[in-house]
């Protein structure tokens, strides 16, 4: 096992890997930027490094940086959390290269999953269902006869995107040709590639997204879904598992693809595998995730599974702990993502300092946050401010959780998202599990 382990990010996933190097006895580095000089979670490194100014190019995001703070801090690994460098191959083969084992899959397996068109050729190459469409499109013609085969509406999708950045609807051909442009558009500035694929539009869908992890001897299990129909703007605000509408059936069918997938890729690690799952219960895959999730804590309360510590140990080249016949799904788990949002103002950040926090608790209930009264949120990064998960026997019981701890948790002096919560938590739709992922953006239409 590794002696010492340098965490790349900062926040509540931080906190998180801090967690689990404590419960492994590993020695930990964290690194921080000039706006996270006060984080609160520093305090349970071993070391702390400053690596720059606030903004993420200069801080989290730079390779370099992080590297030299790995090098004089004399770490064996690194753990990139989510977001940041967490999927970037170029930097796992840089660490490779500097012999610090990167705590996640290996390179080639990233690049290959992480783009949506190569992860599509490779599903429909090992007979994973895939959505009807196209591999990339480079003429405007070519993406008309394709769209026009399949049938309005479309998607158009990046292909080096993700969580829905390029991606664009189109109804018609002219919507077509306008859609292409400005994916293709949003796609080179964000990622540097603006390459393109269709796919037909799954109308009603609900994302449904199987949670895998592997070891290096070869072994890989899923544990079962994660239901994240509850998005705004692509944006997921409240995640479940096991979702209310996947049989136990469905769930090995799913799991046995994803497992199948990540294999074929030569994957280890922690992964997750997405897909849409139609009203008539056929499911395609969408795009696979390389990385910790925010929402793997739920799938940790069902199965009893600590999947940050399991990440670490496969890194160090131990076996899993578990197989999958011995991975037992108990009781529903539910997170709110509470995010510091103006909702009178378009849910744009509202960062600024925490005046009086109070945090949510009792029985059933898991807070991983690393905020507290007089924290300032700093307006440079993401704007959630802490994961709120319950887990109870029934659906309805950890509805009920999920309601009380939502009414005790205070957070004064910025904008959050706990009244939306409390609000959907409320609305029979939900309560009934008869959502899809248009259940946010409809609701607020209709009020
Ligand atoms: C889709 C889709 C319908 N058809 N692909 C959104 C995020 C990204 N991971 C994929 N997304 C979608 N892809 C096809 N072919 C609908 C969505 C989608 C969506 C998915 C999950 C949750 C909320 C959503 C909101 C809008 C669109």
Not at 398 to 421: C, D, F, N, Q, Y
Request: aromatic letters at 8%; a negative charge; glycine letters at 10%.
């Amino acid at each position: 096992m590794f002696q010492r382990i340098l965490i790349a990010n900062r926040g509540e996933i931080a906190l998180r890997v801090l967690r689990a190097c404590q419960d492994l006895g590993i020695g930990t580095v964290c690194v921080y930027s000039e706006a996270d000089r006060n984080a609160s979670y520093l305090r349970y490194a071993d070391e702390s490094i400053c690596i720059g100014p606030p903004p993420a190019a200069k801080s989290y995001l730079d390779i370099s940086r992080i590297i030299s703070a790995a090098e004089v801090s004399d770490v064996e690994a690194i753990h990139p959390g989510y977001g940041f460098l967490s999927e970037n191959s170029h930097f796992a083969e840089v660490c490779a290269s500097c012999n610090i084992e990167f705590i996640g899959p290996p390179p080639e397996a990233m690049r290959m999953l992480g783009n949506k068109a190569r992860c599509r050729e490779l599903a429909k190459k090992v007979g994973v269902p895939t959505v009807s469409g196209s591999d990339t499109v480079d003429s405007e013609e070519k993406a008309i006869a394709v769209a026009r085969e399949v049938g309005y509406p479309v998607m158009i999708k990046a292909a080096a995107g993700g969580g829905g950045r390029g991606m664009r609807q189109a109804h018609n051909d002219v919507s077509l040709v306008s859609g292409l442009l400005a994916a293709a558009a949003e796609a080179g500035a964000a990622f540097g590639d603006s390459s393109v694929f269709i796919e037909k539009y799954v109308e009603k869908a609900r994302h449904i997204e199987i949670q895998v992890i592997g070891d290096k001897h070869g072994n890989m299990i899923h544990l079962g879904e994660r239901d994240c129909s509850i998005q705004r703007r692509h944006q997921k605000l409240i995640e479940e598992s096991p979702s209310p509408v996947v049989t136990p059936e469905l769930r090995a069918r799913m799991g046995a693809d994803a497992v199948k997938l990540a294999k074929a890729a030569g994957y280890w690690s922690a992964g997750t595998v997405e897909f849409l799952l139609d009203p008539g219960g056929k499911y395609y895959l969408i795009e696979m995730n390389t990385r910790i999730q925010v929402e793997h804590g739920v799938t940790e309360l069902v199965t009893g599974v600590d999947l940050v510590r399991e990440q670490i140990r496969v890194a160090a080249g131990e076996k899993l702990s578990v197989k999958q016949e011995d991975v037992r799904w108990n009781g529903v788990a539910i997170e709110c993502r509470i995010n510091a949002e103006d909702p009178a103002h378009g849910f744009r950040p509202s960062p600024g300092k925490i005046t009086h926090f109070f945090p949510p608790g009792g029985p059933w209930v898991r807070w991983d946050s690393h905020v507290y009264t007089g924290y300032e949120i700093p307006s440079n990064y993401d704007s959630m401010v802490g994961k709120l998960m319950v887990h109870r026997p029934t659906r309805g019981e950890a509805i009920a959780a999920m309601r009380r701890a939502l009414e005790e948790i205070v957070i004064e002096g910025v904008k959050t998202s706990v009244p939306l919560h409390i609000e959907i938590f409320g609305h029979t739709h939900f309560i009934r599990g008869n959502v899809d992922t248009t259940f946010v953006e409809g609701y607020f239409a209709k009020k």
